[in-house]
């Protein structure tokens, strides 16, 4: 599948955001090097790692327990982001959900994260629309007032920007994917499935720490 192309599978939902993975194949070491680097955030002597995701994409819900689990496991040296993809206008509901939640702190990114995923992916709420997502995010127990405000702030509409500027950066593919050091991209079918991208990714961070 070409870039920016979206296949809808047969268990998909037919709301903004929806990705499936590229339909080509990638020879050799199942990751890409960049030819201009990618800016990074972390500071001198860590190795940032992001995950490029949306959640209308249901390779990303599938994956993201894996990933959850790696972040936490992480080394001391490696710092870990979470970029929602911004392919087209329509992803832009999703995207502010996100970065409102991470506007207002980890307590609320971590409580309400997964739950996305399920809530428009398996319960089949539209929480891409405000009418149904700010009731339902009351519900988890996050202060809708304040999430209101983040959604709709100039801050979130900021990292909107600059998500769309890293993705392209990062020539992102498809999703789930992962820009290591800015320097290294990688995805589920360029690597050959999501151990392979976490095998490649700790590959890559040791390689990082030899230079």
């Given at each position: 599948?070409?870039?920016?192309?979206?296949?809808?599978?047969?268990?998909?939902?037919?709301?903004?955001?929806?990705?499936?993975?590229?339909?080509?194949?990638?020879?050799?070491?199942?990751?890409?090097?960049?030819?201009?680097?990618?800016?990074?955030?972390?500071?001198?002597?860590?190795?940032?790692?992001?995950?490029?995701?949306?959640?209308?994409?249901?390779?990303?819900?599938?994956?993201?327990?894996?990933?959850?689990?790696?972040?936490?496991?992480?080394?001391?040296?490696?710092?870990?982001?979470?970029?929602?993809?911004?392919?087209?206008?329509?992803?832009?509901p999703l995207q502010r959900i996100y970065y409102a939640?991470?506007?207002?702190?980890?307590?609320?990114?971590?409580?309400?994260?997964?739950?996305?995923?399920?809530?428009?992916?398996?319960?089949?709420?539209?929480?891409?629309?405000?009418?149904?997502?700010?009731?339902?995010?009351?519900?988890?127990?996050?202060?809708?007032?304040?999430?209101?405000?983040?959604?709709?702030?100039?801050?979130?509409?900021?990292?909107?920007?600059?998500?769309?500027?890293?993705?392209?950066?990062?020539?992102?593919?498809?999703?789930?994917?992962?820009?290591?050091?800015?320097?290294?991209?990688?995805?589920?079918?360029?690597?050959?499935?999501?151990?392979?991208?976490?095998?490649?990714?700790?590959t890559l961070i040791a390689q990082e720490r030899k230079?």
């Amino acid at each position: 599948m070409k870039r920016r192309e979206f296949a809808l599978g047969a268990t998909a939902l037919a709301v903004p955001g929806l990705l499936a993975l590229p339909a080509h194949a990638q020879s050799g070491p199942g990751y890409l090097t960049l030819k201009d680097r990618a800016p990074v955030e972390a500071p001198a002597g860590q190795i940032e790692v992001i995950e490029f995701f949306s959640y209308g994409c249901s390779h990303c819900k599938n994956f993201e327990p894996m990933f959850s689990a790696w972040k936490k496991a992480a080394p001391k040296d490696v710092v870990v982001r979470l970029v929602h993809v911004g392919f087209q206008s329509s992803f832009e509901p999703l995207q502010r959900i996100y970065y409102a939640l991470e506007t207002m702190g980890p307590a609320a990114l971590d409580k309400v994260h997964g739950k996305v995923f399920d809530a428009l992916q398996t319960e089949r709420k539209r929480v891409d629309k405000p009418e149904v997502l700010f009731p339902w995010i009351a519900e988890q127990g996050v202060d809708r007032a304040k999430f209101e405000e983040a959604y709709k702030s100039f801050g979130v509409a900021s990292k909107l920007r600059r998500a769309v500027q890293l993705q392209e950066a990062y020539k992102v593919e498809g999703t789930p994917a992962l820009g290591i050091a800015g320097k290294y991209y990688t995805d589920g079918s360029m690597a050959g499935g999501f151990d392979r991208m976490i095998q490649i990714a700790n590959t890559l961070i040791a390689q990082e720490r030899k230079h």
